[in-house]
């Protein structure tokens, strides 16, 4: 049991927008910063957004974060067949990292 | 161009020890704080511990406190993890990752990856 939630699964078909949900409690997203890493398959995660809504250098702008209360969103417009991975949103709490459950995102 | 490269894992018994190592380059190693992430078969995500770029702070998920132990030596550019009290939940696939920000506890995201050792434990 994850102590962040995400739905376990998302789809969607090339060009659409989706988004990705990740729920915590006010000792983790509710008073700190949210990450979001994307996993492809076989591969080590890669950031796509920290400290809420930022992209490191190199990430496309149609990945975007935001969150409110005790709440996170990832959101990926345009949607592209090489976006077919796992994300997984973290957020510090008391000291520790903690990590989603991860949502496998389909494109159809 | 960053690199983290990871050793040591393998198959051990459970209730024995292993040593992890991440050899790191391409960048300034005693700038930044250091994490090793795990990721059981088929599993998500789940932080182990983290270290700052002076070893001034140290922190341990509570599935491996007591048991695990982080250690940089800047000198050497290299990251460590002593595992000891191996158990078979332990059995995982080990990341060394790279914070953005010099103090493990005001992370900016793990900017970089290593690919990862597997350890396994088993009987």
């Known amino acids: 049991q994850s102590v962040l939630t995400q739905p376990p699964s998302a789809s969607g078909t090339p060009g659409q927008r989706v988004t990705i949900s990740c729920s915590g409690s006010s000792s983790n997203i509710g008073s700190n910063y949210v990450y979001w890493y994307q996993q492809l398959p076989g591969t080590a995660p890669k950031l796509l957004i920290y400290r809420n809504n930022q992209r490191p250098s190199g990430v496309p702008d149609r990945f975007s974060g935001s969150k409110s209360g005790t709440s996170a969103s990832l959101a990926i417009s345009g949607l592209r067949s090489e976006d077919e991975a796992d994300y997984y949103c973290a957020a510090w709490d008391d000291s520790l990292n903690v990590f989603g459950g991860g949502t496998k995102l389909t494109v159809l | 161009e960053v690199q983290l490269v990871e050793s040591g894992g393998g198959l051990v018994q459970p209730g024995r020890s292993l040593r992890l190592s991440c050899a790191a380059s391409?960048?300034?190693?005693?700038?930044?704080?250091m994490h090793w992430v795990r990721q059981a078969p088929g599993k998500g995500l789940e932080w182990v511990s983290g270290i700052s770029w002076n070893s001034g702070s140290i922190g341990y998920a509570d599935s491996v406190k007591g048991r695990f132990t982080i250690s940089r030596d800047n000198a050497k550019n290299s990251l460590y993890l002593q595992m000891n009290s191996l158990r078979a939940e332990d059995t995982a696939l080990y990341y060394c990752?790279?914070?953005?920000?010099?103090?493990?506890?005001?992370?900016?995201?793990?900017?970089?990856w290593g690919q990862g050792t597997l350890v396994t434990v088993s009987s």
């Open positions: 391409g960048f300034t190693f005693d700038d930044y704080a």
């Open positions: 990752a790279k914070d953005m920000s010099p103090d493990y506890y005001d992370s900016s995201g793990y900017q970089n």
